[in-house]
């Protein structure tokens, strides 16, 4: 699976945008974007995923670059209830989920 | 309610007394598999079932057993608990189609005395 890089950590004020972006410059061609977040100790949550194309839902819009070697999720209108570790991988489906040390977001009030 | 349950979700025992903690899904999920959390560690897959009767150690399996004799049933036994497995377990299911999604429990936090 392609290893993928993430910042430590952001903030972001509640209300606006959250943009959190992630590396995966070794991805291969069948292996997908997929975006969890854990709220301290509870399991894992998913977000979004997607292949190629942008992806949206109820909780995040998925920006993938052409190249597919980068990747943005967009969280439109953050609140404090965000705050977590999200973690983004990057493969191809009913497989061991590795995760990283993800991005630890914390939402300001 | 889609939903992946795990039973208990927390649990003190003693070294040596064995325990099950089940993991139940609604979802018709032939992938279901078991990972432990530990601080610094990250979470490590432990056991993995591609469908019934058909399971596979992960990265760290010692000590424990699983059995799938039912799709939705997915139970982890420590049959000898040592206080290295105190953790925090997540059960986890999906189909095993490409691009689908992994679902979590809320997961079991077990301490061994």
């Known amino acids: 699976d392609a290893k993928t890089t993430q910042p430590t950590s952001m903030d972001c004020a509640e209300g606006r945008a959250a943009n959190l972006p992630c590396n995966h410059s070794t991805i291969s061609g069948n292996e997908y974007v997929y975006w969890y977040r854990q709220i301290h100790s509870q399991g894992p949550q998913y977000i979004i995923h997607?292949?190629?194309n942008n992806e949206t839902n109820e909780m995040a819009s998925l920006i993938i670059t052409e190249d597919r070697k980068s990747s943005t999720l967009i969280l439109p209108h953050a609140t404090l209830r965000d705050t977590a570790v999200y973690y983004c991988i990057a493969l191809r489906g009913a497989q061991k989920l590795v995760f990283g040390q993800g991005t630890r977001l914390t939402i300001n009030p | 309610e889609a939903q992946v349950t795990q039973n208990p979700r927390y649990l003190i025992t003693v070294t040596g007394k064995k325990l099950t903690v089940t993991c139940s899904q609604n979802m018709n999920h032939e992938y279901m598999s078991w990972y432990r959390q530990d601080p610094g560690l990250g979470l490590r897959q432990i056991y993995y079932?591609?469908?019934?009767?058909?399971?596979d150690k992960g990265d760290v399996p010692e000590g424990y057993k699983v059995s799938r004799k039912e799709k939705r049933n997915f139970p982890l036994i420590l049959e000898s608990p040592s206080p290295n497995q105190t953790s925090l377990y997540f059960c986890?299911?999906?189909?095993?189609?490409?691009?689908?999604?992994?679902?979590f429990g809320p997961g079991t936090r077990l301490l061994v005395l």
């Open positions: 986890a299911s999906s189909s095993i189609f490409a691009g689908e999604t992994q679902y």
């Open positions: 997607g292949l190629k």
């Open positions: 079932s591609m469908n019934v009767e058909v399971t």
